[in-house]
């Protein structure tokens, strides 16, 4: 399995709504990325976790909250985002975050709309 | 300046041709990655290159370490060739990656 899921595949949420985005992975990778991309630009990092713990925070506002409960999963946790931070979420995995030489696979992203 | 530059920025091609894009970057490096994203969104890892040549079914990529380029070229085009491109870097400094702006390319039947 070289595949990483993301649900859902779209989100429309209002400025006052809780919701979260879900990234899977069964390859055994132990760092794992979420990125925000905007249309027609490059994805933009915002947090990678490596072994289950935090380890780069973008300086992302505090309305994206990450969370990493096992290898597996990775999630996002949003609550009172601005219409501004509409975008596609994606998701990656890798390895290990901090042996340079590796691959990061990446989801299939959640188009997210704030309203 | 960009430390990640990649041109062109968009690419109209008849379908059958051969098709270069190129990247320059600024950084020293330990890794080049060439990434394909098709409209919807999903990205799709194509190579990763520290040194020379690799090639896949149509596609090749290069690398010239010394010179800071990149080139990925793909042989008898095909529509559904068209998706947007990108090159990205890891530096030697860091883990992660430094994206260009991505070339946007069509090919028309």
């Known amino acids: 399995d070289t595949e990483v899921t993301q649900t859902p595949k779209h989100l429309v949420m209002g400025m006052t709504n809780k919701k979260s985005l879900k990234c899977e992975q069964h390859?055994?990778?132990?760092?794992m990325y979420w990125y925000k991309q905007k249309a027609k630009k490059p994805p933009e990092l915002m947090f990678v976790?490596?072994?289950?713990?935090?380890?780069i925070n973008e300086s992302v506002p505090s309305r994206f909250s990450p969370e990493c409960p096992n290898s597996s999963l990775l999630n996002l946790h949003l609550h009172a985002l601005q219409p501004e931070d509409s975008a596609l979420y994606l998701c990656?995995?890798?390895?290990?975050?901090?042996?340079?030489?590796?691959?990061?696979?990446f989801g299939p992203g959640t188009r997210l709309t704030v309203l | 300046k960009n430390e990640v530059e990649q041109s062109p920025q968009n690419l109209t091609a008849q379908e059958g041709e051969f098709i270069t894009i190129n990247c320059s970057y600024s950084?020293?490096?330990?890794?080049l990655h060439w990434l394909q994203q098709h409209p919807g969104g999903g990205i799709v890892s194509l190579f990763m290159?520290?040194?020379g040549k690799k090639k896949h079914g149509r596609l090749i990529a290069t690398i010239n370490i010394q010179e800071k380029h990149s080139s990925l070229h793909i042989t008898a085009s095909h529509p559904r060739d068209s998706a947007v491109y990108i090159c990205?870097?890891?530096?030697?400094?860091?883990?992660?990656?430094?994206f260009g702006e991505g070339t946007q390319l069509t090919v028309n039947p």
């Open positions: 990656a995995s890798s390895q290990v975050d901090m042996i340079s030489y590796n691959e990061q696979f």
């Open positions: 390859m055994g990778h132990r760092a």
């Open positions: 976790y490596s072994y289950e713990k935090l380890s």
């Open positions: 950084v020293g490096i330990s890794a």
């Open positions: 290159l520290s040194s």
């Open positions: 990205a870097v890891r530096r030697t400094s860091g883990s992660r990656l430094t």
